[in-house]
């Protein structure tokens, strides 16, 4: 970066601190502010590790009088110290120029939608996607932009949805430069998301924004701006005309994020749950069976994060879509289910089942993939089962039926009943955890078990009768049990060397 971008950052921290007219209420979890001069220093050893690629791609863009940026996502990360292998660039140069600019030098180019003014391409590690600059108009009447080619970065940059996704740093030759005109750098230090305008005027243009704050919220950490929130309050109702598949994959990406509660409740807080997942906002009315005080809403979230914590039992760990949305969705069919009794108590009988319907049915709505529907639905609908289990009086029977039923969601299943224990009382807790720890170490025995007894010698009885020139009788019954030892002792062996050991035995048993 050189010097003029770090002074012009500065003067933009005496401006957005005088644009902070209402405080931020960071979260309880929230980590300190970043440092601007560290975030400077952090994005400039980041492009450094990209060096080669940005200068050889400015380079031969500058020859051709193209300006070329990395732009959005990239340039966020790299000022977050976490530039994965994605490269997105903005430029002049039309797709045709662009895509020319390429030959000769990317390893592979690909079109991504021409029509979107979009060339993909990869180097060595790298995936590059270069889209020309673009300016929108859009018809009210009309659900999809219109896209126009701009003219300008700015333009470009003042199209995009939050500040900290509107920075670029051209790239021309070995020369760096930040632009950030609606002072990205600064929110990012504060760890804030706002518009670059209006939050009314970008939600009405595109109301996929809203939803892209709470996935930021999650992903990042970061605090959504009041004055966003309460747009997204105001206009929640928009969402819409959103199709279900893009609001879906913002859905995914936030439960896949690191901090899946802060984009929830900003999706419960600002009413867009009503719309996109209205199951969530009902468990907020109901009070959780067992502990009056807590309601399902909140022991919800906590599920999660419990079960986000129990990942590493996964084969491969980390974040796991499915098991979080089942912990998410595991209740939701209490709302329903809720009946009051005489004396005062509470039940939810088969909200299980209810549940799994509920949650099929919504993502169903959301046009999941079937696979993941049942997947989840089936978790949602086994979450209860374990409680029949007590202190463990289930039949082998009983615990072979659980593992049948639970079927490929086994270890999920685990996770999730393991997971949907919130209670306070750190001994009842205890007792749950070693109960399940019991049936899990039971059904490991009884699946090795298992595959012992399907264990067969090498040589059948009628192979032992016809080797040893004997009818039936105990004596086959004696080398049926030595060959099962000689199979359990030694592994399989060929024909030849069972009849071998077979007949070796019986001469000494002569
Ligand atoms: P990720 O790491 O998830 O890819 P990203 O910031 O790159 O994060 P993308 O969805 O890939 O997010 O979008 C790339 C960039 O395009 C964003 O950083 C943002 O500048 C812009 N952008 C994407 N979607 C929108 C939108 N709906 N409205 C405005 N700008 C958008
Ligand atoms: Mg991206």
């Given at each position: 970066m050189d010097k003029s971008s770090s002074g012009r950052g500065t003067q933009r921290l005496y401006r957005a601190v005088r644009r902070l007219d209402s405080p931020l209420v960071p979260g309880p979890d929230s980590p300190p502010p970043l440092l601007i001069a560290d975030v400077q220093r952090t994005v400039e050893a980041e492009l450094d590790r990209i060096g080669s690629v940005i200068d050889e791609l400015g380079q031969r863009f500058a020859a051709a009088g193209e300006s070329l940026a990395l732009v959005g996502g990239p340039v966020r990360d790299a000022m977050l110290g976490r530039l994965q292998n994605d490269l997105d660039f903005t430029t002049s140069a039309h797709p045709d120029v662009t895509e020319k600019l390429l030959t000769g030098w990317a390893d592979a180019i690909w079109d991504l939608g021409r029509a979107f003014g979009t060339i993909g391409a990869k180097k060595g590690e790298w995936q590059i996607e270069i889209t020309t600059f673009r300016s929108e108009t859009y018809?009210?009447?009309?659900?999809k932009p219109e896209v126009n080619y701009g003219d300008s970065l700015s333009g470009d940059l003042g199209r995009r949805d939050f500040t900290v996704n509107a920075m670029a740093v051209t790239v021309s030759g070995s020369d760096r430069h930040l632009e950030d005109p609606y002072g990205g750098l600064v929110d990012l230090a504060q760890r804030v998301l706002r518009t670059p305008g209006a939050p009314e005027m970008s939600f009405g243009d595109d109301p996929l924004r809203m939803m892209r704050a709470a996935r930021f919220a999650a992903q990042l950490g970061f605090t959504v701006a009041p004055e966003v929130v309460a747009a997204m309050r105001d206009m929640?109702?928009?969402?819409?005309?959103?199709s279900a598949e893009r609001v879906r994959d913002e859905l995914i990406k936030l439960m896949c994020a690191p901090y899946p509660r802060r984009g929830l409740q900003l999706l419960v807080e600002t009413g867009l749950a009503q719309h996109v997942l209205p199951e969530l906002p009902a468990l907020a009315l109901e009070r959780d069976?067992?502990?009056?005080?807590?309601d399902v809403y909140e022991h919800t979230l906590i599920v999660v994060e419990q079960a986000i914590a129990l990942e590493?039992?996964?084969?491969?760990?980390?974040?796991?879509f499915v098991s979080r949305f089942a912990a998410l969705m595991h209740d939701v069919g209490k709302p329903k289910t809720r009946r009051l009794l005489p004396d005062g108590s509470v039940t939810f009988h088969h909200h299980d089942v209810v549940g799994a319907k509920l949650t099929r049915k919504r993502m169903q709505a959301l046009r999941f993939s079937n696979e993941q529907t049942d997947a989840v639905a089936k978790l949602v609908e086994l979450?209860?089962?374990?409680?029949?289990?007590g202190e463990g009086e289930w039949t082998d029977s009983a615990v072979r039926r659980y593992v049948r039923d639970a079927g490929d969601q086994l270890a999920r299943l685990h996770i999730l009943t393991r997971a949907d224990c919130t209670t306070r009382n750190q001994r009842k807790a205890d007792r749950l955890r070693r109960t399940y720890d019991e049936l899990e170490a039971r059904i490991d025995r009884l699946s090795q078990e298992e595959e012992m007894a399907a264990i067969r010698p090498d040589l059948d009885g009628n192979q032992i009768m016809e080797i040893l020139g004997i009818p039936p009788g105990r004596a086959v019954g004696e080398a049926y049990k030595f060959l099962l030892d000689q199979r359990l002792d030694r592994g399989p062996m060929s024909r030849d060397d069972a009849e071998a050991a077979l007949r070796e035995w019986w001469a000494a048993r002569a």
């Amino acid at each position: 970066m050189d010097k003029s971008s770090s002074g012009r950052g500065t003067q933009r921290l005496y401006r957005a601190v005088r644009r902070l007219d209402s405080p931020l209420v960071p979260g309880p979890d929230s980590p300190p502010p970043l440092l601007i001069a560290d975030v400077q220093r952090t994005v400039e050893a980041e492009l450094d590790r990209i060096g080669s690629v940005i200068d050889e791609l400015g380079q031969r863009f500058a020859a051709a009088g193209e300006s070329l940026a990395l732009v959005g996502g990239p340039v966020r990360d790299a000022m977050l110290g976490r530039l994965q292998n994605d490269l997105d660039f903005t430029t002049s140069a039309h797709p045709d120029v662009t895509e020319k600019l390429l030959t000769g030098w990317a390893d592979a180019i690909w079109d991504l939608g021409r029509a979107f003014g979009t060339i993909g391409a990869k180097k060595g590690e790298w995936q590059i996607e270069i889209t020309t600059f673009r300016s929108e108009t859009y018809d009210p009447s009309s659900r999809k932009p219109e896209v126009n080619y701009g003219d300008s970065l700015s333009g470009d940059l003042g199209r995009r949805d939050f500040t900290v996704n509107a920075m670029a740093v051209t790239v021309s030759g070995s020369d760096r430069h930040l632009e950030d005109p609606y002072g990205g750098l600064v929110d990012l230090a504060q760890r804030v998301l706002r518009t670059p305008g209006a939050p009314e005027m970008s939600f009405g243009d595109d109301p996929l924004r809203m939803m892209r704050a709470a996935r930021f919220a999650a992903q990042l950490g970061f605090t959504v701006a009041p004055e966003v929130v309460a747009a997204m309050r105001d206009m929640a109702g928009r969402i819409e005309i959103i199709s279900a598949e893009r609001v879906r994959d913002e859905l995914i990406k936030l439960m896949c994020a690191p901090y899946p509660r802060r984009g929830l409740q900003l999706l419960v807080e600002t009413g867009l749950a009503q719309h996109v997942l209205p199951e969530l906002p009902a468990l907020a009315l109901e009070r959780d069976e067992h502990h009056r005080h807590k309601d399902v809403y909140e022991h919800t979230l906590i599920v999660v994060e419990q079960a986000i914590a129990l990942e590493s039992r996964l084969d491969p760990p980390g974040p796991d879509f499915v098991s979080r949305f089942a912990a998410l969705m595991h209740d939701v069919g209490k709302p329903k289910t809720r009946r009051l009794l005489p004396d005062g108590s509470v039940t939810f009988h088969h909200h299980d089942v209810v549940g799994a319907k509920l949650t099929r049915k919504r993502m169903q709505a959301l046009r999941f993939s079937n696979e993941q529907t049942d997947a989840v639905a089936k978790l949602v609908e086994l979450h209860l089962r374990f409680h029949g289990y007590g202190e463990g009086e289930w039949t082998d029977s009983a615990v072979r039926r659980y593992v049948r039923d639970a079927g490929d969601q086994l270890a999920r299943l685990h996770i999730l009943t393991r997971a949907d224990c919130t209670t306070r009382n750190q001994r009842k807790a205890d007792r749950l955890r070693r109960t399940y720890d019991e049936l899990e170490a039971r059904i490991d025995r009884l699946s090795q078990e298992e595959e012992m007894a399907a264990i067969r010698p090498d040589l059948d009885g009628n192979q032992i009768m016809e080797i040893l020139g004997i009818p039936p009788g105990r004596a086959v019954g004696e080398a049926y049990k030595f060959l099962l030892d000689q199979r359990l002792d030694r592994g399989p062996m060929s024909r030849d060397d069972a009849e071998a050991a077979l007949r070796e035995w019986w001469a000494a048993r002569a």
